[in-house]
């Protein structure tokens, strides 16, 4: 496994509609593999192919959660040509993205998500998420397969929050849905909280 360069917003690949996966052979288990290691190394809550130059629609997803037993647990979710075939509800919530690393703003997203793909045997499965941060990845990265990123829903670029400004400002770390991962000499204040 490896650790992959992620793409920034410029980069044209992030804007390109990404390919349906036909095969789901060894090269694809090796992208998957080193998404995850991408996904986890960043940190963040999720990851599109595209994200690492690979035009394909695979998604992958871990949301840092408790068992019952107040233990840390984590669920990974790898989905292959993810198609959302259920939505409703309304809800904002702060976003960001790890290809737009040091900025979150408020989106509009959906409260309950159902996700139908392939996971990495090849069997179709479904996933719905309902009002958490699982919901708001799925959105975030399906977003990602058709080369739409967060910012293409907000009314303005005004509305983008300078995460180190911010920290500047509050002293806060407010969590973000896929929050940027800006080498940490580039961006003084990190944000903690979720990154996709
Ligand atoms: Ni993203």
């Known amino acids: 496994m490896a650790v992959l360069p992620i793409r920034v917003a410029g980069d044209p690949v992030l804007r390109q509609k990404a390919k349906k996966v036909r095969k789901i052979d060894a090269s694809i288990q090796k992208l998957i593999d080193d998404m995850i290691e991408t996904m ?32 840390p647990k984590r669920d990974l979710y790898v989905l292959i040509n993810p198609q959302i075939v ?21 989106v509009t997203r959906s409260v309950s998500v159902t996700v139908k793909g392939l996971n990495r045997e090849g069997k179709e499965i479904r996933i719905k998420a309902e009002d958490n941060l699982l919901a708001e990845a799925i959105e975030h990265e399906v977003d990602h397969t058709k080369g739409t990123l967060y910012i293409d829903h907000l009314d303005s670029m005004d509305e983008l929050v300078d995460l180190a400004e911010e920290e500047a400002d509050t002293g806060s770390d407010s969590p973000v849905a896929e929050t940027a991962s800006a080498p940490a000499d580039e961006l003084k204040a990190p944000a903690s909280g979720s990154r996709t």
Not at 51 to 57: A, E, I, M, N, S
Not at 96 to 103: A, D, F, N, Q, T
């Open 40 to 71: 986890r190394a960043a940190p963040g809550v999720g990851l599109a192919a595209s994200q690492v130059g690979v035009p394909l629609r695979i998604i992958v997803m871990e949301i840092p959660e408790f068992d019952d037993r107040e233990q």
């Open 86 to 106: 259920k939505r409703s509800g309304e809800r904002r919530l702060d976003e960001g993205c790890l290809s737009i690393p040091g900025y979150k703003a408020e």
